[in-house]
């Protein structure tokens, strides 16, 4: 309802001081507040872009937030996920977004959805919002949320992050172009790491949540200029900002339903190649891997692929650095071979899939190794609590 019946809405005496600085703007004003009183923001996410726009979009006054999770709160959160505290530890992170925006803002309608967004409940949690943000860090729910926003016409404020490095813009406005034409197609399973894998500066999403909270009032406002049609790329170790032009391809295929959005982005055949490797390759346990240094035997390496950095946070005593790139070039191959020396090898990683991938590459030039299952991830819940866990 972006061109809402503003007779109908009314602020109250605590509501016109509360939104004083909006009002005296020309800009917004008092008919500029009723048209965020009257609007309704679906996001997707209260990790650490839902964070800071839920707390910015209820601020601002936002009459009905609806919110997409569910996770739960964990500690891990807490150095980006600003919206949450160390008391919401192992709670949903919906009821502690709840419970956070109604201190900012009680005139503020929060509607909870604790579900996976799938194909199936899109378009109905979707249909009865004005605009969707998408807060998610994966891409079958990105071009999950695209493709429900184009079916349904609703805008979709776009945002992701990963380590210094942010985007934004806004999908599906005004005859702009929409998700899919900034990527026609998924990249491969395992190509771009997780926030979890290769880490996020915890600032970052702060920058880049206001953003697409500000573009999300702009378009309720009706003013301003919005990110349609520009992708606005930010890097926070240089501090640059710089755009891209984009604009919709006419050869996009025409979006006609919802799919399998997994399967669109081969993990269903990922998961089945990655099936496959563990049934070849073979695995100990962190119990095991503990028994064979406990008994003293020194027929084994005990081979570390992460990266440099990750081995100064935490390591297995006895383990050997030599990081999965080095691997992957080649140079740690012939390393690898002058550590073994006619010993077994045992790799390991932070949770198994990279030291997975470096055994099957020294596998193609003939070593054999066994993979611990659950990394040092593992190690440190079940066996030495003392090793910090990252």
Known sequence: MLNPNLEQIQLNKEEYERYSRHLILPEVGLEGQK????????????????????????????????LVDFDVVDSSNLQRQVIHGTSWVGKPKIQSAKERILEINP????????????SENALEIMEPYDIVVDGTDNFPTRYLVNDACVLLNKPNVYGSIFRFEGQATVFNYEGGPNYRDLFPEPPPPGMVPSCAEGGVLGIL???????????TVKII?????????????????????RE????PNPERPVIEKLIDYEQFCGIPQAKAEEAKRQIDMQEITVQELKELLDSSQDDFVLLDVRNPHEYDIA????????PLPEIENGLGVAKVKELLNGHKLIAHCKMGGRSAKALGILKEAGIEGTNVKGGITAWSREIDSSVPEY
């Open 244 to 247: 891209l032009k984009l604009r």
């Open 221 to 241: 406002l009706g003013n301003g200029t919005t990110l349609s049609g520009r992708l606005l790329l930010y890097n926070s170790l240089d501090m640059t900002f």
């Open 315 to 322: 390591k297995i005593p006895g383990s050997v650095l030599v």
């Open 107 to 118: 005139y503020c309608q929060v509607d909870l959805y604790e579900t996976r967004l799938s």
């Open 205 to 215: 999403p702060g920058l880049i949540g206001v953003i697409q909270a500000t573009e």
């Open 35 to 66: 048209r965020l009183k009257a609007a309704s923001v679906l996001c997707i996410g209260s990790g650490g872009l839902g964070s800071p726009l839920l707390l910015y979009l209820a601020a601002a006054g936002i009459g009905r937030l609806g």
